[in-house]
């Protein structure tokens, strides 16, 4: 993309994560994020090495991006990226953003993660460094409070409480690692994922037991 393109977008969402396999409640929440504050782009990032799960357990990383391209070819406010999977070494947040933010220089940036990743934002590499370089948008059940005093958020500054974006997105209770349990079960697995992506898993055979 040349600087002309993608000088256009002025607020970028990033939404990184295995996506093992990607399903409804992630495109959910990539939809409400995108209506709700107003991105220009969603950009899916399918993780090549995540930090916190042993390789041997993650299904291969060009698989589980083509199963993400299957599921958002039909919106044209989403995209994918290839952004960590060509990237040698573990798929850090803070080295993503620092690309994207190169990629798109009059852009705002916008991380999307789900309430339990973002509960452990103290524990990702260069925490404080990432605060300073995006804005974060999470989401909540209906209903749920984020509040500032939140022990496991304690000792966050306070730009990141200014720049932090709390959503509510519709109930949608899907989990990968329900999906795996349930189609190495043999249990069926239709509406909880885009059919091309449940078609792509059938004829490769994965997650079976």
Not at 12 to 36: S, W
Request: aromatic share 14%; charged share 30%.
């Amino acid at each position: 993309m040349s600087q002309q393109q993608a000088s256009i977008f002025k607020r970028i969402g990033l939404f990184g994560g295995t996506f093992d396999p990607v399903h409804y409640g992630h495109l959910v929440l990539a939809e409400c994020a995108r209506y709700e504050c107003e991105l220009d782009r969603v950009i899916f990032i399918p993780s090549a090495r995540p930090p916190h799960k042993h390789r041997e357990t993650v299904l291969g990383e060009n698989y589980r991006y083509e199963m993400v391209r299957l599921a958002i070819k039909d919106n044209p406010f989403f995209e994918v990226s290839k952004a960590e999977i060509d990237r040698p070494g573990y798929s850090y947040a803070i080295d993503t953003v620092r690309y994207f933010r190169f990629e798109y220089p009059e852009a705002e940036i916008y991380f999307i993660t789900g309430l339990d990743a973002l509960l452990d934002l103290k524990s990702w590499k260069d925490a404080d460094k990432l605060i300073e370089l995006c804005r974060f948008i999470t989401a909540v059940r209906p209903g749920f409070e984020l509040k500032e005093d939140d022990e496991r958020l304690k000792g966050l500054p306070a730009e990141f409480w200014r720049n932090l974006r709390v959503i509510e997105v519709p109930g949608l209770h899907i989990s990968s690692t329900d999906l795996r349990y349930r189609i190495a079960t043999g249990k069926p697995v239709r509406y909880l994922l885009p059919r091309p992506v449940e078609d792509y898993i059938r004829e490769h055979g994965f997650y079976r037991e």
